[in-house]
């Protein structure tokens, strides 16, 4: 059985007490509310790492993920952080190749396998995002780019080491755009690339992979988009900054 997941990205929001106030919140409700086997995971800036880990104590139902990392182990790498730094803070999974690292920082594929690799040696998830912008899908090129995109990051890997990798399909034209993505949309995309990842490897190989949904996901729409039969959960944004709805999408499951 795949893993259901919904994680929450902060991406750059939250202060140090405004962060304390939201983990806790969603901590406590997830714990009570929430009757799924879903894994949350909170992905907040690394200033709240620490704070965050802390917060989630002992409790089965949360985890703490981090939304970037540096290739190399450590060096003379000012501002960077490593993936042996982010275990050491207690998080266990890494967002890599986030369309915003992609756009902004000028991250290549070629970067994000090294990345990969990483993580992958100092025993985190990576969650590895891919997806099209507007102008790519509007031309018809979004299978193509997303089979690169794929091909290049995770097609390097074993299959035992690929098993260990949550993919996020980010389709960057719906995010923000005033464009919507239906849930027949998300789950076309998503079957494309666990069809894609069965041809490399095999059948059994790509239906254990949890691929994570990462367009605009909200209260009103997890439902319809997380009963499809190839979206495994969420990567969630602006939702994720509000408790009461980023618990409500986390019980989207029950």
Same mark, same amino acid.
């Given at each position: 059985?795949?893993?259901?997941?919904?994680?929450?990205?902060?991406?750059?929001? %939250?202060?140090?007490?405004?962060?304390?106030?939201?983990?806790?919140?969603? &901590? #406590?409700?997830?714990?009570?509310?929430?009757?799924?086997?879903?894994?949350?995971?909170? &992905?907040?800036?690394?200033? +709240?790492?620490?704070?965050? +880990?802390?917060?989630?104590?002992?409790?089965? @139902? $949360?985890?703490?993920?981090?939304?970037?990392? #540096?290739? #190399?182990?450590?060096?003379?790498?000012?501002?960077?952080?490593?993936?042996?730094? =982010?275990?050491? %803070?207690?998080a266990s999974h890494v967002i890599l190749g986030h369309?915003?690292?992609?756009?902004?920082?000028?991250?290549?594929?070629?970067? =994000?396998?090294?990345?990969?690799?990483?993580?992958?040696?100092?025993?985190?998830?990576?969650?590895? %995002?891919?997806?099209?912008?507007?102008?790519?899908?509007?031309?018809?090129? +979004?299978? @193509?780019?997303?089979?690169?995109?794929?091909?290049?990051?995770?097609?390097?890997?074993?299959?035992?080491?690929?098993r260990k990798v949550v993919i996020a399909y980010e389709?960057?034209?719906?995010?923000?755009?005033? @464009?919507?993505?239906?849930?027949?949309?998300?789950?076309?995309? #998503?079957?494309?690339?666990? !069809?894609?990842?069965?041809? @490399?490897?095999?059948?059994? $190989?790509?239906?254990?992979?949890?691929?994570?949904?990462?367009? /605009?996901?909200?209260? *009103? !729409?997890?439902?319809?988009?997380?009963?499809?039969? *190839?979206?495994?959960?969420?990567? &969630?944004?602006?939702?994720?900054?509000? /408790?009461?709805?980023?618990? !409500? &999408?986390?019980?989207?499951?029950?």
């Open positions: 059985m795949r893993k259901k997941i919904v994680a929450g990205n902060w991406k750059m929001n %939250c202060s140090l007490p405004e962060g304390k106030k939201l983990a806790s919140e969603v &901590i #406590h409700m997830v714990e009570d509310e929430v009757q799924n086997d879903a894994q949350v995971i909170l &992905i907040p800036p690394f200033i +709240h790492l620490t704070g965050i +880990h802390n917060l989630i104590g002992s409790t089965k @139902k $949360v985890f703490l993920g981090a939304q970037n990392c #540096h290739q #190399h182990q450590s060096g003379a790498f000012t501002g960077e952080v490593s993936a042996a730094m =982010l275990v050491s %803070c207690g369309s915003e690292r992609r756009e902004y920082f000028g991250e290549t594929d070629e970067l =994000l396998a090294e990345k990969v690799k990483f993580v992958l040696e100092n025993s985190l998830t990576p969650i590895f %995002c891919c997806g099209e912008r507007l102008e790519v899908r509007e031309a018809g090129g +979004h299978e @193509k780019l997303v089979t690169m995109q794929v091909e290049k990051a995770l097609f390097g890997l074993s299959a035992e080491e690929i389709p960057v034209w719906a995010i923000g755009t005033g @464009k919507t993505a239906s849930a027949e949309q998300a789950q076309e995309m #998503h079957a494309f690339i666990r !069809n894609q990842i069965a041809a @490399k490897y095999d059948q059994e $190989v790509a239906d254990s992979i949890s691929i994570l949904y990462g367009g /605009s996901v909200k209260p *009103d !729409n997890a439902r319809e988009i997380f009963s499809q039969p *190839d979206v495994d959960g969420g990567l &969630i944004g602006g939702a994720s900054l509000k /408790s009461r709805d980023f618990t !409500n &999408i986390v019980k989207a499951f029950d």
